[in-house]
């Protein structure tokens, strides 16, 4: 993996200019992988003040040493580029904020103030490593391990519990014994750290290829009983008949489904939460036991965990609505066009898709093999077809009040007869609805007798019947149903 021209400019700019410079955290962890680098920190001794001086087109907009330098590069990942003084660890005394951002002047004090070995690794633009904590053996064996003593390093930031299980589920190592009960010792400090870290540290470890794992972890660690305490009421929770897991293992295994599809952040929370509300709901023991109205419980207690995660308020709602309906009872044939109507209604035709997701993640995490049924696609159909303005006389420019009125005639057949000779027409040639036209036919057509009129009027209304029928055969062959 090469360094690019952009990262190594800057470097060459910093030492040219009598500093120390070094490609750093991520970025080096992603390079000796062999991967490329979402984004490229670099760490200096440089003061910020003294970066903007080498780099004028950069901006310094924190108070955290970090300053962004822009590149003309067309990759985004190198637009800009972080370089950030070396610091080191001040303490946070209320476990949120570091009180004051103390520089440092030598690179051991930054390395030693990161969170994992994996992390604290600091690459010469030769491609040489400063590794004073034995972060490449930890990559190389997939380890991730506190830099120092893991119960001192929780205590000065106790979010870093949360990114060492976020790094279970993005990256796939595992988590050093030590570092792991240092965790489990410690979970309640994250009860300090501020909600919004929580949540965007959630997000990321939501978004990962391994989710489940990284919620599997949150468990084991005691980090749940903090983040989204209501999941654990379906640990050993059993189900009835219809299922072979427990509340706890079907909502994991669902959440498995909607990252292996790569379902988006809403979706995979969706499914994670869909049946968390069935504990409080059960009635009865053994195969027989009843969950009747969980999916209400569960939207209930949807919304407090959305609450307290501070999701935007349009994420949070549309979570919600997807538990609240992901039990919508559908069957070929039994249901009909004005409760499918009424369903799109509740949950918004922009969720329609994602709630059919939720319902397939239900399905795969309860052990049923076939993701997207017959009955599934069947609905898709449905959905789709009432989405639709069907070909009828409603879509005229002319309304029969229209040719009422034009005629002063009353209400009859004759007027039926002469919205299908204009729905012929239209159907013929589309440009002809307009107003103007169609008022001029109205009058022509009235001149025609009784015989004629009615010909006319017979074949339009089978032309439109036709048109309609195909319209649905095209929507039936989009979904596979008959
Ligand atoms: P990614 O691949 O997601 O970019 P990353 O390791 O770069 O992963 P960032 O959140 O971008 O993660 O942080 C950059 C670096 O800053 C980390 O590699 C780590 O060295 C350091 N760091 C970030 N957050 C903390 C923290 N809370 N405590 C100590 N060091 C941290
Ligand atoms: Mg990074």
Redesign the pocket.
Known sequence: MKIPAEVKNIVQKLQAAGYEAYI????V??LIVGES???W?LTTNARPEEIQKIFPDSFYENNFGTVGVKTDSDDPTLQVIEVTTYRIESKYTDKRHPDDVMYADRLEDDLR???FTM??LAMSEDGSVTDLFGGQGDIKNKVIRAVGDPNERFNE?A??MM?AVRFVA?IGFTIESGTLEAIKKNNGLIAAVSKERIRDELLLLIDSPDADSGIEILRETGLMKFVMPELLEGVGVAQNKHHIYTVWEHNIKALRYACDKGYSAEVRLASLLHDVGKPRSKRGDGHDSTFYGHEMIGANMTAQVVDRLRLPLKQAEKIIKLVRYHLFYYNVGEVTESSVRRLVANIGKENVEDLIKVREADRIGSGVPKAKPYKLRHLQFMIDKVARDPISPKMLKVKGDDIMRLLGAEAGPRVGMIINALMNEVLDDPSKNSAEYLSNRVLELNKLDEKELADLGKIGRQKMLKEEEKEVVKIKEKHYVE
């Open positions: 750093i955290g991520g970025s962890r992603h680098p979402n984004d920190d103030r990161r969170d992390n604290a930031d979010l870093r990114r993005q």
